[in-house]
Nanobody
Framework: QVQLVESGGGLVQAGGSLRLSCAASGRIFSINVMGWYRQAPGNQRELVATITSIGTTYYAASVKGRFTISRDNAKNTVSLQMNSLKPEDTAVYYC?????????????WGQGTQVTVSS
């Protein structure tokens, strides 16, 4: 089992910045992928960004160039620096952790943190 705890959401004006953080605990395999997803009201959950344990990153086209994902393997944490925020970035953001070595191939999710961007 892996537990994920997110922090850092809030309300910000368009053009502003926020930083989300997520800490993983429990049975952590060194080979894993951590990431951020988001879900806006009425929409499906969508991928925002992921980062592997060796630092390979992937970004959704809608956030590329504005968001930066990073991780600290020693602390089992992942962060998402969000700059130039837009109202359409408003959503609940979820941290995720997944490993091919874990029996739960669907991975684990945090409880979510609300990000609201006002125009």
């Amino acid at each position: 089992q892996v537990q994920l705890v997110e922090s850092g959401g809030g309300l910000v004006q368009a053009g502003g910045s926020l930083r989300l953080s997520c800490a993983a605990s429990g049975r952590i395999f060194s080979i894993n992928v951590m990431g951020w997803y988001r879900q806006a009201p009425g929409n499906q959950r969508e991928l925002v960004a992921t980062i592997t344990s060796i630092g390979t990153t992937y970004y959704a086209a809608s956030v590329k160039g504005r968001f930066t994902i990073s991780r600290d393997n020693a602390k089992n944490t992942v962060s998402l620096q969000m700059n130039s925020l837009k109202p359409e970035d408003t959503a609940v953001y979820y941290c995720s952790w997944k490993s091919v070595l874990d029996s739960n191939r669907d991975g684990y999710w945090g409880q979510g943190t609300q990000v609201t961007v006002s125009s």
